[in-house]
């Protein structure tokens, strides 16, 4: 079992950044894929990044959606058991309740993620 607490949401004008976190409580963090999604009202959930560590504890590899390339950067940092999606030059359509998910396996699609965080929302207005 793997508990999955956001933070970080707020509102804020167009252009400017925010830093969401999850931190994960309850497994053995490093092991697995770690994702962030976000869904925005009326629409299906969406793959924003994910981040996976190799068993040796080495960073392996991590993405991002197009959409968000190149403003948006996933991290983690084991010994926190916490991951991080650094969020720049936010735009309104960014806005949404961001969750992060925890899988066993590298995947995009939610059905494929085992837990799930609670969301925290992200308004950006212009």
């Known amino acids: 079992q793997v508990q999955l607490v956001e933070s970080g949401g707020g509102l804020v004008q167009a252009g400017e950044s925010l830093t969401l976190s999850c931190t994960a409580s309850?497994?053995?963090?490093?092991?697995?894929?770690m994702g962030w999604f976000r869904q925005a009202p009326g629409k299906e959930r969406e793959f924003v990044g994910a981040i996976i560590w190799s068993g040796s504890g080495t960073y392996y590899a991590d993405s991002v959606a197009d959409s968000v390339k190149g403003r948006f950067t996933i991290s983690r940092n084991n010994y926190k058991n916490t991951v991080y999606l650094q969020m720049n030059s936010l735009k309104p359509e960014d806005t949404a309740v961001y969750y992060c998910?925890?899988?066993?396996?590298?995947?995009?699609?939610?059905?494929?993620?085992?837990?799930w965080g609670q969301g925290t929302q992200v308004t950006v207005y212009s």
């Open positions: 309850g497994s053995t963090f490093e092991s697995y894929v």
């Open positions: 998910a925890a899988a066993q396996k590298w995947a995009r699609l939610p059905s494929a993620y085992d837990y």
